[in-house]
C-alpha cells in the first residue's frame, strides 16, 4: 500500500471480504448478494481493520477476530433487543433508504474518521454493480478512487502457511469422494449418480464437508450443467471428474478421467498426449519460471505428441478463495507472472471432443523453492473400470 500511495484498501467481494477479515459472509457466499459488506483496511498498521456489516448479518461475527472493529448500518430484517442486551448501542432503527447507502454512508464516516476522506483509496470498482459505484462515489466525492483487483491479485496468490494447510486439506478430501464415487460406477451409471455417490462420501466425514463444485461428464457429453445428466454410461465411454471440495473457504480444483472397459485407440492417444503435456509442467514449475514459457513449452509438448491441434487459453491457474475454482494468475500465453515459492497452482490439461467427451488430468501443486511438490496422490493414468 505504501508503494502505491494508497490510504486505504477496501473489499467488497466475498472472496476478499475474507481475506481481510477472516469472516465469511453468509449473504455474500449462500445467498449471492453483493456489496451488502465492506472491509478496510488502512494504510497506517496501528488502525484495526474496520468490518462495516448489517446489523442482521454482524450478529453472528466473532467477538475475537484479530485486529478488526465491527460497524453496523441498519438493514430491511427487523433486530430487537428485548432484554436490553445492547444497552446504549441499540438504535432499533431501520434504513430509510437503499441499502447501499446506509452502508457507504457508514464507509464515509470510518474514512473521515480516520482522515483518509481526500486520500488515495482502493476499491473493487470493477466487480461492483454500477449504482453501488454511483452511490460510494457520492459517499466519498473528494477521494481519489482506484481499482483494487491488481492488488488483491497480488496479495492472494502466495498463500500464508495456514492456506497452505485449508489447500492441502480440501484436496485430500476432493481425492477421496473421487476415489469413492469412481468405485461406484458401472454399466448404465449416470452422471447423476456418480455426483451423488461423491456427494455421499463427503458427508460422511463429520467436519460437514462441502462440495464447491462437481462438474462430472459421462460418454459424449462434455457441456457443463447444474442439471446432471441421466444418459447410462455404456461401455467404451469415457467418464471426467473436475470437482472441488470446500474447506474454511478455501477450495480445492483436481481432476481425473476414467474409461469404462477398455479405451479405444482415440482416447488412448488423446490421453497419451495430454499426459505428457501434464508431466512436463510439473517438471518445470520453480520459482523464476515465468507462468508464460511453462505455457508455450507444455502446449508444445502436447501438439507434439499427437494432438497438433490443440488449443487452450490457458493450463492452469492460482487456488485459494474463488467461488469459481479458478482465480489469477493464469498459466497463460500472455501471462508474465513468475512462480513463487508459496503459490498453490491448478495444473490442468483438459480435452473436449464431439462424439469423444471430457478427457481431463487436473493436480494442485505447491511451489517450492526447487520446484514444485504435487498436492494429489491419485494416479494420473487414464483407469479402467
Known amino acids: 500500500m505504501g508503494k502505491m500511495n494508497l490510504d486505504a484498501l477496501i473489499a467488497s467481494s466475498y472472496e476478499n471480504f475474507y481475506y481481510l477479515s477472516g469472516h465469511e459472509s453468509t449473504f455474500m457466499y449462500t445467498l449471492r448478494m453483493s456489496e451488502v459488506a465492506l472491509a478496510v483496511l488502512f494504510r497506517d498498521p496501528n488502525v484495526k481493520t474496520i468490518i462495516i456489516m448489517n446489523d442482521f448479518e454482524a450478529a453472528g461475527v466473532s467477538s475475537d477476530l484479530p485486529n478488526c472493529e465491527l460497524r453496523t448500518y441498519p438493514t430491511w430484517v427487523d433486530v430487537d433487543d428485548p432484554l436490553g442486551l445492547k444497552g446504549g448501542k441499540y438504535e432499533g432503527k431501520r434504513p430509510t433508504g437503499h441499502q447501499a447507502q446506509e452502508m457507504f454512508g457508514l464507509l464515509q464516516k470510518t474514512l473521515a474518521e480516520h482522515g483518509c476522506e481526500t486520500g488515495k483509496i482502493a476499491v473493487e470498482l470493477n466487480d461492483m ?3 453501488s459505484v454511483d452511490t460510494l462515489r457520492q459517499a466519498a466525492p473528494d477521494a481519489e478512487l482506484v481499482e483494487a483487483k491488481g492488488l488483491f491479485t497480488l496479495l492472494r496468490m502466495v498463500k500464508t502457511t495456514w492456506e497452505i494447510e485449508q489447500l492441502r486439506a480440501a484436496c485430500a478430501y476432493a481425492e477421496t469422494g473421487l476415489a469413492d464415487a ?22 460422511k466425514d463429520v467436519k460437514g464437508l462441502a462440495a464447491r463444485f462437481h462438474m462430472i461428464s459421462v460418454g459424449a457429453s462434455f457441456a457443463p450443467a447444474h442439471r446432471f445428466e441421466t444418459t447410462p454410461a ?9 470437482v472441488g471440495v470446500d474447506v474454511n473457504g478455501y477450495g480445492s480444483d483436481i481432476a481425473r478421467t476414467f474409461v469404462l472397459g477398455n479405451p ?12 505428457a503435456g501434464h508431466d512436463r509442467l510439473l517438471e518445470i514449475v520453480a520459482p523464476g519460471i515465468s507462468m508464460q514459457a511453462a505455457f508455450e513449452d507444455a502446449m508444445g509438448v502436447i501438439r507434439r505428441s499427437g494432438l497438433p491441434n490443440y488449443n487452450r487459453g490457458h493450463l492452469g491457474h492460482s487456488a ?5 475454482a479458478e482465480e489469477p494468475p493464469f498459466l497463460g500465453p500472455t501471462e508474465t507472472t513468475l ?29 517450492t523453492e526447487n520446484g514444485c511438490e504435487r498436492l494429489n496422490q491419485l494416479s494420473r493414468e487414464l483407469v479402467s473400470l
Open 129 to 131: 454493480r454500477h449504482s
Open 339 to 367: 512462480f513463487q515459492p508459496g503459490m498453490v497452482i491448478c495444473l490442468e490439461t483438459p480435452y473436449y471432443g464431439y462424439g469423444i467427451g471430457a478427457i481431463m488430468i487436473e493436480d494442485m501443486v505447491l511451489v
Open 182 to 203: 469412481a468405485q461406484s460406477i458401472r454399466v448404465g451409471s449416470t452422471a447423476k449418480d456418480i455426483v451423488h455417490e461423491f456427494q455421499l462420501s463427503l458427508m
Open 264 to 275: 479405444s485407440e482415440t482416447i488412448t492417444r488423446i490421453y497419451r498426449a495430454l499426459k
Open 320 to 324: 485459494g478463495l474463488s467461488l469459481a
Open 234 to 242: 455404456t461401455t467404451g465411454d469415457v467418464i471426467k471428474f473436475d
